[in-house]
């Protein structure tokens, strides 16, 4: 699509091309296409599976057409990598780049992808000379991650001839982004939002041991199944537990060894894997190599994965099909304490169960607690023998790394609202350093960054400080000179 292409032909040729894929538009998409195509900002909240990608194509072959270049973000390499590919294969390898902190490819394509983080530090550097005339950023919900949220909220701060696509299907209220982006920006912003599924999900919690849900399961063709834990050992530690379980016919393990054919599993986990594998179970975590990721994909694509033990990554966009998700616990380990799942951490992972153009549903299943199922369990022999009475000690909960739940808290997760996504701005070292690195006047753009953010206004002050904290610890370190007069690109530091 060359540059300068009339934007309803635009409109006319993406939807020939995604006929061609039998991709029909839904009415939000198409939505959100018509905005897009008029140069507005979009907020786009509709549940997962309802072709949001298709949205962002969309976007990007409109910036193409209007001779921008534009860059796709996400919050892991994992799925960065995977939207690489996609677009390499929608608008050839010529068009396409990547930038993450592993690797560098085609770096000037008009079509760049890359985590949050890559985005966020060009932006400061640069300010308003950043290249991109779109930008489309994926699983925006990070906005509110403590440690990482500013990298989702600095282009939205210092981009203003940038054009947005912000994504997500668990956002909450967004009327503060659409107001804040027409602000800055001067150009409409409009919220698309739809709340009804393409593939609906049922739901259901469990009181069996799990080996019992997950044979339930398969035998009544709900597989693939994708078993959710919160930490990459317990996903490793279960996938070899299930090894136990014969979830692959004859003919099915057959397949198996001839889709895997030679590939190199060349690894400690590699070796483990591929042990997994052949027992019809796949593991899939950010810590495995790419290459060992993709192939769990491609094995559950072809129908040849029944199980899938992994992490809650599932919840950020990476593209494994699944008909069940079950989840192995409600609570997780966030850094600081155990705590119960929200409400949006909850609604992500969940809503990757059911495929769309596959599946009539999707099912989401959540496992009591163990001690609980083992106190039931004792308690029902108990009942039918009651001389054992004064043999039955009950199982204890975990002293360690358990917050408790049951089928209340799994029903409240089920009908909850997203949280409010709220601002979790912070200024570091590499902020600073980057901002007074840009050509002109550094102080002055830094003093602005740390005053119009969507940070309350005592927050902003507590940020200046520690901003004139490091600044000074900079200066005095000789990182960082005062110059008397501006060097030949403006700059006073």
Known sequence: MPPGTDEDLVLELFVDWAAERKFALYEAQEEAVLELLGGNHVVL??????????????????AIARGDRSIYTAPIKALVSEKFFALVRDFGAENVGMVTGDATVNADAPIICATAEILAHQVLRDGKRCPFGLVVADEFHFYSDPQRGWAWQVPLLELPHTQFLLMSATLGPTNRFTEDLTRRTGRPATTVANTVRPVPLTFK???????????????????????????????????????????????????????????????????????????????????????????VEKLAQAGLLKLICGTDTLGVGVNVPIRTVLFSQLCKFDGASTRLLGNR?????????????????????????????????????????????????????????????????????????????????????????????????????????????????????????????????????????????????????
Request: charged share 30%; glycine share 8%; proline share 5%.
């Open 45 to 62: 909240a509709t549940p997962t599976g309802s072709g949001k990608s298709l949205v962002a194509t969309a976007a990007h072959a409109a």
């Open 205 to 295: 919690y469990r009181e069996t041991p799990l080996h019992e849900s997950i044979d339930e399961l398969i035998d009544t063709d709900r597989a693939p199944i994708y078993i959710v834990h919160f930490t990459q050992k317990a996903a490793a530690e279960k996938a070899q537990d299930l090894c136990s379980l014969d979830v692959l016919k004859k003919e099915e393990k057959a397949a198996v060894r001839d889709e895997v054919g030679g590939f190199r599993f060349d690894t400690p986990i590699g070796k483990d894997l591929k042990r997994f594998i052949g027992h019809g179970i796949g593991l899939h975590h950010a810590g495995l190599l790419p290459r060992y990721r993709l192939l």
């Open 345 to 493: 951490e909850f609604a992500q992972i969940a809503g990757r169960a059911g495929r769309r153009g596959f599946d009539d549903e999707g099912h989401v299943w959540a496992q009591a607690p163990v001690h609980w199922i083992e106190n039931k369990r004792a308690e029902a022999k108990v009942a039918a023998d009651p001389g054992k009475k004064k043999k039955l000690t009950k199982k204890k909960p975990p002293e360690r790394g358990y917050a408790h739940w049951n089928e209340e808290t799994f029903f409240r997760l089920v009908n909850g609202q997203s949280e409010d996504l709220t601002s979790s701005f912070a200024v570091s070292h590499q902020m600073v350093l980057n901002v007074l690195s840009r050509p002109g006047d550094g102080r002055r753009d830094l003093g602005r960054l740390l005053l119009d953010n969507h940070e309350p206004r005592e927050r902003q002050r507590a940020l200046v400080r520690r901003a004139i904290g490091i600044y000074r610890s900079l200066r005095d370190a000789g990182v960082l000179v005062e110059l008397d007069e501006p060097d030949e690109i403006g700059r006073h530091v």
